[in-house]
């Protein structure tokens, strides 16, 4: 397995546009989380899927963005008419379900939004 | 809810130790972890602890008090590469593992 994977691994975007992020994470991991980093902070929850079922949502998810998770494998974070505060960097992470995984989540590399 | 603390910014010289705070308050414990995260790259993970004591892996190790809330971890030998942030995470084990994470400790390490 080669691991979590995003893409793109950048985005530059106008402000108004839709953009559309990717995360294939491990295959028998049947966790799938999105958090969203800006500079200098740790990253935030947005949303978590077991396999296909998206089972939480913060409430800093707003109305703009939606994710999907239809074959309980890859997923997708839409962000629809982009905002400049919507720069950031978009993390993917995965896990088994279970309590004992001992590396909390395997990351992707992220992926990094500007809105121009 | 989850609450973790952890200083903003350190500084340390190369071959010294230091050592990383975090506090925590939170339901459903059911791990700590850290994390090491280059500028622009994504968090790595460096240790889990979910029973009290010391957890030692080469230069770095990690300390977990439950009943106190508290965490910390030690990096020996410094090196220049060591220069990072640092992600406090604590597992919620009533919340589909989800990890909420402190807002790192940047740590530059000098000649």
């Known amino acids: 397995d080669t691991g979590v994977s995003q893409n793109p691994r950048h985005k530059i975007t106008k402000r108004g546009q839709n953009v559309t992020f990717r995360c294939d994470p491990i295959?028998?991991?049947?966790?799938l989380y999105w958090y969203r980093q800006t500079l200098g902070q740790g990253p935030e929850f947005l949303t978590y899927?077991?396999?296909?079922?998206?089972?939480?949502k913060s409430r800093l998810l707003s109305d703009r963005f939606s994710a999907e998770r239809p074959k309980g494998s890859f997923s997708t974070l839409e962000i629809q008419r982009t905002e400049q505060g919507d720069s950031a960097m978009y993390l993917c992470?995965?896990?088994?379900?279970?309590?004992?995984?001992?590396?909390?989540?395997?990351f992707g590399s992220g992926t990094r939004l500007t809105v121009v | 809810g989850q609450n973790i603390d952890q200083p903003t910014e350190m500084t340390a010289t190369e071959g010294a130790i230091v050592q990383i705070n975090c506090t925590y308050q939170?339901?459903?414990?059911?791990?700590l972890f850290w994390y090491q995260q280059h500028a622009g790259e994504a968090p790595t993970f460096l240790s889990y602890?979910?029973?009290?004591g010391l957890e030692e892996k080469g230069r770095f190790s990690s300390f977990l008090s439950r009943s106190k809330g508290y965490s910390y971890l030690l990096l020996k030998e410094l090196q220049m590469k060591d220069s990072a942030s640092y992600l406090c995470?604590?597992?919620?084990?009533?919340?589909?593992?989800?990890?909420?994470f402190g807002g790192g400790t940047r740590l530059m390490v000098k000649p």
């Open positions: 992470a995965s896990s088994p379900i279970g309590l004992s995984y001992p590396y909390g989540y395997t």
């Open positions: 295959s028998e991991h049947n966790r």
């Open positions: 899927f077991q396999n296909e079922a998206q089972l939480e």
């Open positions: 939170t339901s459903g414990f059911n791990g």
């Open positions: 602890n979910v029973l009290d």
């Open positions: 995470a604590v597992r919620d084990g009533n919340a589909g593992n989800m990890l909420t």
